[in-house]
């Protein structure tokens, strides 16, 4: 239960940094945000040091936890970095991937077609996630894997919040069934360059979409 409330209550303090609600710089009080969100302070604790890990807060010794809001520049150097990374991946994918882990990815797309029919964003964030990680894990080498996976949990709340957007999870999908099928016939630079094209201009989507966010909160996906 405590887990669940922690990654709730970071998923609303992501967004409301993302949407201009916290300002550069402001302190975030465990006291106020378990009164806000009705909870102890333990579950909050838990949701500030996500933020923290994430860069998307600093932990300043005997002051407090203070809002950091997402570099332009630097988040979009990760993503590109994201983007090569996954291409990679998607290529050795490609050549080493099973025939079991060819049907769980299919599986996977499944589940995330469902989360659509749902509009269930954090459903899709999910599925999406196991996608993805399994196109690590097939690429066959363990070192890459890791270093895919690091860089995924970095950008995780970046590339979670823009399935909040009208007609996100829809182009994502359609994504996946090009790389689905790309994986089905071996094609190893087709799935490259799907998945570098699917990471690759986040984040400048990212900056573009929460500046629509900012002007119109009313654009997101009803939950």
Not at 163 to 178: D, I, L, P, T
């Amino acid at each position: 239960m405590g887990t669940k409330q922690a990654n709730r209550i970071a998923d609303a303090l992501e967004e409301m940094v993302f949407t201009g609600q916290f300002q550069e710089g402001e302190r975030l009080d465990e006291m106020r945000l378990a009164k806000k969100f009705g909870v102890s302070r333990t579950p909050v604790r838990e949701a500030l040091q996500r933020l923290v890990a994430t860069d998307l807060a600093e932990q300043l010794p005997r002051r407090g936890v203070f809002v950091r809001q997402p570099n332009s520049i630097t988040l979009i150097e990760m993503f590109e970095t994201m983007a090569e990374v996954e291409g990679v991946c998607g290529r050795l994918a490609a050549q080493r991937m099973t025939a079991e882990g060819l049907a769980t990815l299919e599986t996977l797309n499944g589940l995330c077609l469902d989360a659509i029919e749902q509009d269930d964003t954090d459903g899709y964030s999910r599925h999406n996630e196991s996608f993805h990680h399994l196109i690590y894990r097939s690429a066959g080498n363990a070192f890459l894997e890791g270093e895919a996976l690091r860089l995924y949990r970095r950008l995780k709340p970046f590339r979670r919040v823009q399935f909040q957007m009208r007609g996100r999870m829809q182009e994502s999908v359609k994504e996946h069934e090009a790389l689905v099928e790309a994986f089905a016939g071996g094609h190893a630079e087709r799935a490259c360059d799907i998945l570098r094209s699917h990471v690759g201009t986040q984040g400048e989507r990212f900056f573009h979409q929460m500046a629509q966010l900012r002007r119109n909160p009313d654009i997101r996906i009803a939950s």
